[in-house]
Each structure stands twice: as C-alpha cells, then as structure tokens.
C-alpha cells in the first residue's frame, strides 16, 4: 500500500510582497495627493501658475484687439500721391495690388502733384493718406522721402516700389515679362537645414529657438516654486514635530516619494496651463502684426517630446536632491539658500551661455553640458533649437540624466530616513558620507 504524499505548501512570499507593495504605492499616492491639494491652495502657487500666464494673456490679447480691430487701417482711403523730380514714373494716376496673405489684398491707388505743396494741400485735406517725394538725384542715391500725418502699412511702400522698378525697366530696355521680378527677383526661398532635416519659407525661424526659451523659463519657474514648497514643508514639519507622527504610519521612504510625486503633479499642471496659453498664442499670431512671423506649423514635435523627458527626469532629480537637503536644513532661509544653489546649474549656466549655443552649437562645451546631467535638461533643448544633435547624444543625454537621477534618489533616500528625526547634531561631510553608504545608523 502506498503510503500517501504530504501536501504541497505553496509560498505566500509572492502574495506578501505585492501586498507591501500596494500598500507602499497606497501610502505614496496618499502623501502625493495631500501635498497637491494643500500647495495647490496657497496663492503663490495660484500665482504662479494661473495669475501670471493669464496676466501675460490678458496684455497679449489687448494687442490682438487693438491691431486686428483696426485691421487694415480701415481709416485710409487707400490714394496716395506722389512728387516725381526724376521723371522716373509717367505722371500718370498709378494703381498696384498687393498680396497682404492667402485671403487678402489691396490695391492702392498713386495720384501724381506738380509739386510738395499741393500734395501737403491734398494730404491735410484727408484727399488722400501719404504722399511720396523722388528726388532728382533719386538715381544717383535710391532716396525716396514720404510724408503723413500717421502710420502707414508697409505694404503702401511695396507698391511703390514695385511701380518704379517696373518704371525703370521699362526705361532700360528690359523684356516686359522680367520686369515684375525686378522689385521682388525672389518670390519664395525655400530653405532645408541638412544638419537638421527641417524645412522651412525664409528666414529662420525664430520659434525653434525661443520655444526652447520658453520650455525652459516654465521648468524654472515650476521647479523654483514647486523646490520651495518642498523644502519649506519640509522644514515647517521638522520644527513643529509633525514628521515624528508621519513616520509611525508609513515608511520614509514613502513620505519621500509621495512628497515628489504630489508636487511633481502641481509643476505638470503648471506646465499644462503654460502650454494651452503658447498653443492659444501661436494660433493667433499669424493675425497679429508684431508676431505674423510665428506659426504653430513651426513647432517641433520632435523637441517637445524630447523636453518632456528631459524636464521630468530634471525635476525628479533637483527634487530629490532638494529633499535629502531639507531634511537637514535647520529654517526656511537656508533652504531657500539651497534651492538657488542647486538652480546655478540647471538653469543659469546654459543661460549664461546662449552666445555659445548660437555660434557653436557642436562644439565641445555645448556638448559637454547638453550631456552633463546637472546642465543638460535645458542645455539639450536649447541645442535642438539651433541646430542638428545627434540621436545617439540625445540618447547618452537622457541615459546618463536617468542613472543620475535614480542614484540621486537612492541616496536622497539613505540621507532622508537618516535625518528625519535628527535634531541638534552636527552635520560632517564625513558622516553624511558614511550615512549614503549606509554605515551610520538612522
């Protein structure tokens, strides 16, 4: 007979850990939550990430009204006069159209005088908007001088142009059917960064480096608001002993993570509102004069998507390091101390190096600190702006920013158990050293 086997214990060690480890990330979320909604109440918060994005609208939209409630200066009569001492126009009442954009255009219409007096008459008269004087030495200098009594659309003077090149051609022999192209002998200059891949009309443009600009100036003003609050807290529960409770009920390490998370949620809401009002911005520019040069067809998808990565893994590793200091900071002035240290180089140093990135964008410095961890967030995107980076040192970037940041943390972690509840002692770079390597006890 045989003899029967002994049942199969099966190890509840793969349970228990999932269990910890929902009850670590419930306990994380709980903390994140708590400093997101308390922070996200308190008006430099507000401030900061509604008040001053909204101010800078409510200007921007002034202008918008201004300029495109006046449109097209609706005031002029669109006849303009002209003075000809060079005999260069017929003496005839001239009309050109030009092209304003894809849906508009105006013509205006150029009424000759015999002389600066009776055009003046006419002018003060409101018979006609300008009126241009050419000089009979206009060959030897190209000068022509307009008179009015305000502003008047550039386009006015392309017209103008136009009609005397058109005039001196004529004159010089030239086949009528080139006679156009001599006011404008480009029409479009289609340009194609080989560095780069990117294409684009004309100039150019500005947007692929100010938006860089832009990323960068949101992740300061998120990570300087959102590292105060951090260390402010920080500090505010040591000295009132409201860290001694907390630690009963979970675990420093959560407290730690849930702290960097919750205002990690507030600096991608502050980055969300700052979005939404550059998106907002871009959409109407083309309508605005002061900023018909910027397009949202400009953007560069492929920046973006790499700043959110750079930015993210910046933040978590300033919060971190910021974390680990604020538990060992003894009052708030000091820690505001820490935090401008601690910005010298993610922010100021490229900062202070934009000639550098404009002139060298591959040289050997601006390389060096688009890769450097504690420089490369905003180096990065600044280099992207100005010309090709090559994938495999946007790639090592974003490697080395990552290890830097999950070492950074480790250690912040070691260091923030450590100084939780230190009160008194003083602090040595030797056993701060010793506590990282974990050979100091808590």
Known sequence: MCSSRPPVSIPKTSSANNGRRRRMLANIWKVAGREFRYNLRKPSFLFSAFGTPLFIFAIWFVIFLIE?????????????GYVDQSAILSGETLTDTVEIDDDESRTYTFRPFADADAAEAELEAGEIDAYYVIPADYEQGGIVQRFSLGDIPNSVDWALNRLVSSHLGERAGVDPAFIPLLGNPVEEMRVTLLDSGREFDGEFPVLLFLFPMALGIIFFMSAQTNSQFLMTGLVEEKQNRIIEILVTTIKPIELLLGKVVGLGGLGLLQFTVWMVLILVVLLLAPFVGLLSGFSIADLPIDLIFVG?????????????????????????????????????????????????????????????????????????????????????????????????????????????????????????????????LNRASS
């Open 308 to 436: 959110l990565i750079y930015f993210t893994l910046g933040y978590f590793l300033l919060a971190s390091a910021l974390a680990a200091v604020g538990v060992l900071v003894g009052n708030e002035q000091q820690s505001n101390m820490f935090v401008l240290i601690f910005m010298v180089p993610f922010y100021f140093v490229p900062l202070f190096s934009l000639t550098t990135f404009f002139e060298a964008p591959n040289g050997a410095y601006v390389t060096f600190i688009s890769i450097f961890p504690l420089t490369s967030p905003l180096s990065m995107m600044l280099r992207m702006g100005v010309g090709m980076v090559p994938v495999w040192q946007i790639v090592l970037g974003g490697v080395l920013l990552t290890i830097t940041t999950i070492i950074t943390a480790w250690l912040a972690g070691r260091i923030f158990r450590w100084g939780l509840l230190l009160y008194g002692v003083k602090i040595t770079p030797l056993r701060l050293f010793n506590v990282m």
């Open 68 to 80: 495109t409630g006046g449109g097209a200066s609706p005031d002029l009569n669109n006849v303009f």
